[in-house]
């Protein structure tokens, strides 16, 4: 899917119905007499008109605690009944009765011509089918039974008036999606959830803060790291966490680059401790699993800052690609690769902590660094702990911190702790997508319904490649 100028969409297979959202009726009204009655009996008699007639006209209790009350009226002279579902924390009653040849309704949603939302109130749209998102209610494994699509027909709510509405365009499905639903995440998820770790779409409605420091205009490209929620037609966002991206660009290969190619831009030029003028030019690199979509992104932006060789380790089915990259391959086995490049690397970037990462601190030479971007082997081998997180992936984090010449990296703490300097990056990232200079590999792209089966494929270790949502297919 690529974007326009502005911001949208173009080529989109998802062709919006027409049509009002289904209302849930109302179980309460009160009607009003307009002449003033001269005597008890004329008010008495008013009275017992005005129970009779309750039915003429209804008034809509909101739940949800939004005071926005709108009302319709239709021509046809048909009565109109129907029911919506409100997922975000809001219950919408309406009910409308014909009278006279007119029927009126009344509801908690406010149809608005503006693109600003009150905090707390969904929004109702006019498909019932307008809305879907990839859910799981409880941690497990079973991914066929623990996690769902739902559709509805609403937007989420706005809680914080600093937020807006992003309709996604593209989203990842990775092997943190897979820890985050098995609740063997490091950071504390709360449930039911929705899945996905990245985002790229258009901005669809802003809260009333946004839209006072006009800080993003409705149609703006953006791109975030989430965490959660990605695996949707639409997501809430707080502004402060969005970064505007060019329109022309592909959304699938953008969102290609929020976690994936951050990971590796940042762990090459940001975490390890260098002198201001220092570059990447004539050091040597080892990467272990560089066969995998964060380690391609190494190898790539590494030779293109001037590495003067990485070393990759890597099945041996994946030599001869690496070899045509060209890359030094060396064996998975830590025992068969360290005596080739001991003591001679600069930067090594690990995600798999095969030894607790002995041998790849002692690749190091006596002025090198090491990198930690994750513990596959540990977490893929880990079942949920007590308090979420395994005990050894605790443990081994833990360890990290007193090793010298080491760092930790993760790329949703980065965009939280340090957004000015994600912002910066991300930006620059998506600079060089806009004018060719790097082409993300996508594997594969699927539909919401296929997500579940791509989180057991994922898991089974035999993809090794970008998988990317496109949640409007």
């Known amino acids: 899917m690529v974007f326009n100028k502005k911001g949208q969409d173009v080529g989109d297979d998802y062709h919006e119905k027409k049509g009002r959202a289904p209302l849930a009726p109302s179980s309460r009204g009160r009607n009003r007499s307009v002449a003033k009655p001269h005597s008890n009996q ?24 939004s005071s926005i009350r709108s009302r319709s009226v239709a021509r046809s002279g048909s009565v109109i009944r129907s029911r919506s579902v409100a997922r975000s924390g809001s219950t919408i009653r309406s009910r409308s009765v014909s009278h006279n040849g007119r029927s009126r309704s009344r509801s908690v949603i406010r149809k608005r011509d503006d693109d600003t939302v009150n905090p707390g109130t969904a929004i109702v749209t006019g498909d019932e089918r307008s809305n879907k998102f990839v859910q799981f209610k409880k941690f497990g494994t079973d991914t066929a039974n623990i996690m ?66 006009r800080e993003f205009e409705i149609g703006d ?40 190619y951050m990971t590796a831009y940042q762990a090459l030029h940001r975490v390890k401790p260098r002198r201001r003028k220092e570059t990447l030019e004539g050091i040597n690199i080892l990467v272990t699993g ?50 080739l490049v001991k003591g001679k690397i600069d930067v090594v970037i690990d995600g798999i902590c095969e030894d607790g990462y002995a041998s790849p601190r ?65 930006g620059y990232l998506m600079a060089l997508l806009a004018a060719g200079k790097i082409s993300p590999k996508i ?28 949640p409007w297919k």
């Not at 996905?196 to 258009?202: E, I, L, Q, T």
């Not at 893929?380 to 395994?390: M, Q």
């Not at 594969?444 to 296929?450: G, H, K, N, Q, V």
């Open 42 to 65: 004329q008010r008495d008699s008013s009275s017992s008109r005005m129970r009779s007639n309750s039915t003429a006209r209804s008034r809509s209790i909101p739940r949800s605690g």
């Open 148 to 213: 769902r699509v739902i559709t509805i027909n609403e937007m989420p709510a706005i809680r914080n008036p600093s937020d807006v509405i992003v309709k996604v365009k593209a989203s990842t499905v990775s092997l943190k999606d897979c820890y985050i639903r098995r609740g063997i995440w490091s950071g504390q998820i709360s449930l039911p959830n929705i899945t996905g770790f990245d985002v790229v779409g258009s901005i669809v409605k802003m809260g009333s803060k946004v839209e006072e420091k």
């Open 221 to 260: 490209a953006v791109a975030a790291c989430c965490r959660t929620g990605g695996n949707a037609r639409y997501i809430v966002i707080a502004s402060c966490n969005l970064t505007r991206i060019p329109g022309n660009i592909d959304s699938a290969q953008a969102v290609s680059l929020v976690t994936t």
């Open 290 to 339: 560089g066969n995998g979509p964060t380690g391609q992104a190494i190898i790539e932006l590494g030779f293109r800052a001037g590495a003067s060789k990485i070393f990759v380790t890597a099945d041996k089915q994946y030599h001869s690609s690496l070899y045509d990259q060209g890359v030094c391959p060396l064996p998975l086995d830590a025992r068969k690769w360290l005596p």
């Open 362 to 426: 002692a690749a190091l030479n006596n002025h090198g660094h090491l990198i930690i971007i994750g513990m596959t082997l540990v977490m893929n081998a880990s079942e949920r702990g007590f308090f979420g997180s395994p005990i050894d992936a605790k443990m081994q984090s833990i360890s990290t911190k007193f090793m010298t010449q080491t760092s930790t990296y993760d790329a949703y703490d980065s965009s939280i702790s340090k957004p000015k300097e994600w912002k910066h990056d991300l």
């Open 443 to 470: 594997l594969f792209r699927i539909p919401l319904e296929d997500v579940a089966e791509y989180h057991e494929t994922l898991e089974t270790g035999s993809i090794d490649g970008i998988i990317v949502c496109k």
